[in-house]
């Protein structure tokens, strides 16, 4: 099963990926007139995650693939939603946000994929999901901003707490592999 591509919960992340565009285009394109039809999309794509991680365990169908197409997918979504809001929404906190969750998460692609490209991976850790959720909750906070002016101060908080849980995570991770390789890329297999 480990190295099966098509299993449910990987199909449900390609879902994923796929609905990535369509969120954008939702967002930048009827957020003023239809904001609902964005969070309706933020919503489906919740529910894949939910679902391809909870199938994936229950059901011993977690492939080497899916441990690193699913955080990718993830790490795209936060990114899109991110650039969307500093096009829809500017604000000096949604740059910084941006900025950084920019190069930290092209930072951890980078060394996911040349991990994966050596066999080497590695499972997810609570911090990791705990981060997920946690941005992933201040996106959909996000989408509401226009309909109260706290909303957006709630929204930005969320946000950066997800930022500092991401980035913790990233260091967690950083060490783990460091202390499992020794400080050396492992062997090509």
């Known amino acids: 099963m480990k190295n099966r591509v098509f299993t ?7 879902i994923r990926f796929a609905l ?32 391809d991680g909870f199938i994936a365990r229950r059901y011993d169908m977690e492939t080497d693939l899916g441990k690193v197409l699913d955080p990718l ?6 990114l ?4 969307c809001f500093t096009i829809k929404q500017p604000s000096v906190i949604i740059g910084v946000l941006l900025a950084i969750t920019l190069v930290k998460e092209l930072y951890m692609i980078v060394a ?14 609570p911090i990791g999901k705990f981060a997920a959720l946690t941005l992933n909750l201040g996106v959909f906070l996000y ?10 101060s709630a929204a930005q ?3 950066l707490l997800g930022l500092i849980l991401s980035i ?10 460091y202390k499992q390789t020794g400080g050396r890329l492992p062997p090509k297999k």
């Open 80 to 83: 899109s939603m991110l650039i």
């Open 73 to 78: 997918a993830d790490k795209l979504f936060v």
């Open 8 to 14: 449910i919960p990987n199909i449900l992340t390609f």
């Open 112 to 125: 996911a994929t040349l991990l994966y490209s050596r066999k080497f991976v590695i499972r997810s850790h």
């Open 20 to 51: 990535i565009p369509v969120l954008v285009l939702f967002y930048l394109e009827f957020y003023q007139t239809l904001p609902f039809l964005p969070a309706v999309v933020f919503f489906i794509i919740s529910l894949t995650d939910a679902a």
């Open 143 to 152: 989408f509401f901003i226009s309909y109260h002016p706290s909303v957006k």
């Open 168 to 177: 913790s995570a990233a260091i967690y991770y950083t060490v783990i592999v």
């Open 157 to 159: 908080a969320v946000l």
